[in-house]
C-alpha cells in the first residue's frame, strides 16, 4: 500500500501540472524569446547591412536601366534620366494614446499624442514606400525606329510603372558636340 499511496502522491502535482500545461507553455516561450540573443554587431556592421538593403538611388537606377536597354537590340548607346513624383519614404512605428473627456461615446474633448517607437537598434520602420516616377526620358541610337522606340516604352513603363504616355524616346543626335 505504501507503494500505491507514493504513486498517488507523484500523480498529484502532475495533474497540477497536466492542467496548466498551455499556460506555462507559454510562459516559457515567452522566457525562450526574451533570452534569445540580439544580433548585435559594430556599427559598421550595421551601416553594411543598412546599405546593402537600401533600395537604389535615382541616379542608380538610371544607370541600371541605362545598362539594361542598351542589351536590347537596334538601341545602341542609351541615355536615361528620371524625374520622381515623390520620392523613397518610410513609414514609421507610432505609440499613440487618445485621452478624451466627456463620455465615450460623445466625448466633449480629447487630446491625442503620438510618439515613434525605437528599439536598440533605432527607430521601428513599418514600411517603405517605394519612388513614384513622374517622367522618363531615353535617348538612345536607334531612338528613330519605331519598333526600337515600343521596345524601350515596354522596358521602361515595365520597370517604373509608368504609363506609355509619360515615357519619350528619342533618337540621340549624331555627329556635333555633345556635353
Do not use: F, H
Request: glycine share 10%; aromatic share 4%; with cysteine.
Amino acid at each position: 500500500m505504501d507503494r500505491d499511496e507514493g504513486a498517488r502522491r507523484l500523480m498529484k502535482p502532475l495533474a497540477v501540472l497536466g492542467r496548466y500545461k498551455y499556460v506555462l507553455l507559454v510562459a516559457a516561450l515567452g522566457a525562450a524569446l526574451l533570452l534569445w540573443p540580439t544580433a548585435a554587431g559594430t556599427a559598421a556592421e550595421k551601416a553594411q547591412a543598412a546599405e546593402e538593403t537600401k533600395p537604389a538611388s535615382l541616379r542608380e537606377t538610371e544607370e541600371a536601366m541605362e545598362r539594361i536597354l542598351g542589351k536590347i537590340s537596334g538601341v545602341g548607346q542609351v541615355d536615361v534620366m528620371l524625374t520622381l513624383q515623390s520620392g523613397r519614404e518610410l513609414v514609421l512605428a507610432e505609440d499613440t494614446t487618445l485621452r478624451y473627456s466627456g463620455s465615450a461615446q460623445a466625448p466633449s474633448d480629447y487630446q491625442r499624442s503620438a510618439e515613434t517607437v525605437t528599439s536598440p537598434s533605432g527607430v521601428v520602420v513599418t514600411q517603405e514606400r517605394c519612388p513614384q516616377y513622374r517622367g522618363a526620358l531615353v535617348v538612345c541610337d536607334g531612338g528613330g525606329n519605331d519598333a526600337v522606340r515600343l521596345q524601350v516604352v515596354s522596358a521602361v513603363s515595365s520597370l517604373t510603372g509608368l504609363g506609355a504616355d509619360r515615357v519619350t524616346v528619342v533618337k540621340r543626335q549624331s555627329g556635333g558636340t555633345q556635353s
